[in-house]
C-alpha cells in the first residue's frame, strides 16, 4: 500500500513535469517566430549585403538559428498570434521538420491528436 501511495504520487509528478514541459514548447515556438518576425524586420532595414554583419554585430543568434526563426514567422504566422501557439509540435525542430515536410505528412500531422514530434513527421 505504502509503494501504491508513492508511485501515485511520482505519476502526478511525472505528469504535471510533462504537462510543463509541452507548454514551454509551445511558448518556445511562439517565442521563436515573434524573434522570427523582428529579424525579418530588421533585415529589411540594413542595407542590401549588410545583413550577417549586422545580426553578427548586434544579436546574440546565429545565422543559421536566424533563419530558422524567420522561416517560421513567415510560414507559420499563426504562431506569432497570442493563441496557443503549434498546439501540435513539441519543438522549433519538429516546427521546422513540419514545414520541409510533404503535404500530406502536414495533413496527418494536423490530424493527429495530442502533440507531434519531430520523429513523427520524419517517419510519416
Known amino acids: 500500500m505504502n509503494q501504491e501511495l508513492q508511485l501515485g504520487g511520482l505519476a502526478a509528478e511525472i505528469n504535471t513535469l ?53 522561416r517560421l514567422a513567415i510560414e507559420m504566422p499563426e504562431l506569432i498570434s497570442n493563441e496557443p501557439p503549434g498546439a501540435h ?19 496527418k500531422a494536423d490530424a493527429h491528436e495530442g502533440t507531434v514530434t519531430e520523429a513523427q513527421i520524419k517517419q510519416w
Open 18 to 70: 510533462h504537462d510543463a514541459a509541452e507548454q514551454m514548447a509551445k511558448s518556445a515556438l511562439h517565442y521563436a517566430a515573434r524573434c522570427g518576425e523582428k529579424l525579418n524586420q530588421a533585415k529589411a532595414q540594413v542595407k542590401h549585403g549588410e545583413w550577417i554583419q549586422w545580426l553578427e554585430k548586434h544579436c546574440k543568434i546565429s545565422r543559421r538559428q536566424a533563419v530558422k526563426y524567420m
Open 89 to 107: 509540435l513539441d519543438s522549433i525542430n519538429t516546427a521546422m521538420a513540419y514545414l520541409s515536410a510533404p503535404e500530406e505528412v502536414k495533413e
